[in-house]
């Protein structure tokens, strides 16, 4: 019985550093949109003859929103999901070939 408790404990420490992970994630991508909005706005109260600027502005708008898109995605949450899926797909044709021949049976 300890050993189960241990594998718990672990299981929501690990949990709790994910949950961590998301929090963080969260809070870049509010404060890049905030940030995004800001710019945005700085970008609409400029002149014309001030190209420059605008253009700088512009280049600092498309990083911050590929820092966001970036940060949404996670390769390894997609990994885990299709392992997750090539798992349960072959666990549900080996039960449905299963059950197939005791019904033939």
Known sequence: MKHDWEDLTQDLATLETQLGEVKQRLHIVMTGEVE???????????????????????????????????????????????????????LGIIIGVMLQRCAGC
């Open 36 to 90: 995004a909005e800001e710019l945005k706005a700085q970008l609409r109260q400029l002149s014309p003859a001030m190209k420059e600027e605008v253009r700088q502005i512009t280049d600092r708008l498309t990083e911050i929103e590929v820092t966001i898109e970036s940060r949404l995605f996670n390769w390894g949450a997609l990994k885990e999901t299709f392992w997750q899926i090539v798992r349960f797909t072959g």
